[in-house]
T-cell receptor, first 115, second 113 residues
Framework: KAGVTQTPRYLIKTRGQQVTLSCSPI?????VSWYQQTPGQGLQFLFE???????NKGNFPGRFSGRQFSNSRSEMNVSTLELGDSALYLC??????????????FGPGTRLLVL | GESVGLHLPTLSVQEGDNSIINCAYS??????FIWYKQESGKGPQFIID???NMDKRQGQRVTVLLNKTVKHLSLQIAATQPGDSAVYFC????WGGGNKLTFGTGTQLKVEL
């Protein structure tokens, strides 16, 4: 099976712009979670989508949003970019059906640089 | 608040030695623990997991130990190899958090030849 794929891999934006990142989960997986990784804050949970519905949300401002399509692909959007949004954005997929004790598999991430 | 933290930010070991990476967690409701390995430029890679009703679980060259009394988790890597050099994260979930993973700060493992 192909792994989790994320596009684009690298992105440079300027403050105030918005950005959309895409994640394609492993075939058959219906849960997609997003994480932000920075040197200062580490890996932090953004949100989880399952069957096109947001199932969990972390402590991020409303500028961070996401959605999931019927084929389980997910996108996350960050509006009004700030310098502090520079980070590696990771998505992880799982079946979403095995309860909380199920393994999540991560993609390679999208490296976002905000200038 | 909830947190999962690692004791040692950097661990250097000789090739062939065993490595032990430690992790402390504070959430008593944590029920499921996972170790991930992250190499430079890549996403975290699943290594091994353990449920709270277990004390020990073994995989290929790796063993995870869980001590719920002191809220401590460790990852043991046997016969450490250069390819094991990476950052290792512990992560936890609790039954009320769904798929939300709370990650520790990470430990850099360096394998010296």
């Amino acid at each position: 099976k192909a792994g989790v794929t994320q596009t684009p891999r690298y992105l440079i934006k300027t403050r105030g712009q918005q950005v959309t990142l895409s994640c394609s989960p492993i075939s058959g997986h219906r849960s997609v979670s997003w994480y932000q990784q920075t040197p200062g804050q580490g890996l932090q949970f953004l949100f989880e989508y399952f069957s096109e519905t947001q199932r969990n949300k972390g402590n991020f401002p409303g500028r961070f949003s996401g959605r999931q399509f019927s084929n389980s692909r997910s996108e996350m959007n960050v509006s009004t970019l700030e310098l502090g949004d520079s980070a590696l954005y990771l998505c992880a997929s799982s079946t979403g059906l095995a309860g909380f004790q199920e393994t999540q598999y991560f993609g390679p991430g999208t490296r976002l640089l905000v200038l | 608040g909830e947190s999962v933290g690692l004791h040692l930010p950097t661990l250097s070991v000789q090739e062939g030695d065993n490595s032990i990476i430690n992790c402390a967690y504070s959430n008593s409701a944590s029920d499921y623990f996972i170790w991930y390995k992250q190499e430079s430029g890549k996403g975290p890679q699943f290594i091994i997991d353990i449920r709270s009703n277990m004390d020990k679980r073994q995989g290929q060259r790796v063993t995870v130990l869980l001590n719920k009394t002191v809220k401590h988790l460790s990852l043991q890597i046997a016969a450490t190899q250069p390819g094991d050099s990476a950052v290792y994260f512990c992560a936890e979930k609790d039954w009320g958090g769904g798929n939300k993973l709370t990650f520790g700060t990470g430990t850099q493992l360096k394998v010296e030849l």
